[in-house]
């Protein structure tokens, strides 16, 4: 099994803007072909909606809208199969929180939780870091890493999910609200990965 270690692991935040945002700054934005795919469906489903259920132009509409459909799933698949090879291979664990997808989705209606293919983004980095040996770490969903300084450890009444900046009113010190959030996440999964370490060493 392969140590993990603070400067070998890297901390995952979900992002509805970006997919992910990572504990160093990096964002993992789905290629644009992928928008644009969907946004060619976003159409094609409201022309179907105008149309007369049965006609020949509606079938039509039907047929392009299930393979587009099935282009977009192709698409997004080979994103996260990517991304995950990309990330396993470049570092020793991973952290991520165990954010309920389902219920995030159903939180912000017009958000794409569910849509997103982070579920199996997830999935992906498991097995492919189990099979070099590393680890996905998950931490749980109600730690609170959005509002807690990752300098300080101040923890903030709230922090408004439309305010990408905001600064810890006891250091000061100034947050990108997604990325102080994957630092967060990322230490608290190396507390928990070392706290296990020290738990089977007294064993």
Known sequence: MVEA????????KYSMAHFYVADNGELADPPRWLKQSQEKL???????????P???NYEEA???????????????RDFIHKESSRIANGW???????????????????????????????????YKLARQGK????????VLTTRTCSVCGFVQ??????????????CGAAHNREVNAARNIKAQGLAQYFNRQELRESA
């Open 42 to 52: 976003a159409k094609i489903q409201q022309r179907l909606n105008r149309m007369q």
């Open 62 to 76: 039907v047929q392009k809208y299930r393979l587009l459909h099935e282009h977009i799933a192709n698409q997004r």
């Open 157 to 170: 009444d709230s922090v408004s999910y439309r305010r990408r900046i905001w600064s810890c009113p006891k």
């Open 54 to 56: 049965g006609s020949k």
């Open 5 to 12: 270690a603070a400067e070998t692991t890297l901390g995952l």
């Open 92 to 126: 020793d664990a991973v952290c991520v929180r165990a954010d309920a997808l389902d219920e995030m989705a159903r939180n912000v209606p017009r958000g794409n939780a569910l849509n997103s293919g982070y579920g199996a983004f997830r999935e992906c980095l498991r």
């Open 135 to 142: 680890q996905l770490i998950v931490v749980n969903r109600y």
